[in-house]
């Protein structure tokens, strides 16, 4: 099974700045779209990012000019770089791997649906 772990987290005055990262690991065949998403305390769970093999981005409209996704396919890592932070921006962060397909022990393909991270939390302050 695929398995992602994200770093990068942490608290910083609002204005400043943070780099996310989330690092994918197992026998991965192939997949396509990586994301982050986050959830604020209290708040449903929202898209920040994603990002697709081919380079393709989407945004929120909420870090539109201030965040920017990339991903490096060779190390299927994705990156969230963070600028210009917002107390808004408070909350965890999390990465999401879209239908990877990997490699059991046995050699045998194995098709997941969405592979979510434990979370990075991102603390903004005033």
């Known amino acids: 099974q695929v398995q992602v772990v994200e770093s990068g987290g942490g608290l910083v005055q609002a204005g400043g700045s943070l780099r996310l990262s989330c690092a994918a690991s197992?026998?991965?065949?192939?997949?396509?779209?990586m994301g982050w998403y986050r959830q604020a305390q209290g708040k449903q769970r929202e898209l920040v990012a994603t990002?697709?093999?081919?380079?393709?981005?989407v945004y929120a409209d909420s870090v539109k000019g201030r965040f920017s996704i990339s991903r490096d396919n060779v190390k299927n890592t994705v990156y969230l770089q963070m600028n210009s932070l917002k107390p808004d921006d408070t909350a965890v962060y999390y990465c999401n791997i879209d239908k990877p397909v990997s490699l059991n022990f046995e050699d045998n393909y194995v098709a997941e649906g969405s592979v979510w991270g434990q979370g990075t939390l991102v603390t903004v302050s005033i």
């Open positions: 990002v697709t093999s081919g380079g393709n981005t």
């Open positions: 197992g026998r991965i065949v192939r997949f396509d779209t």
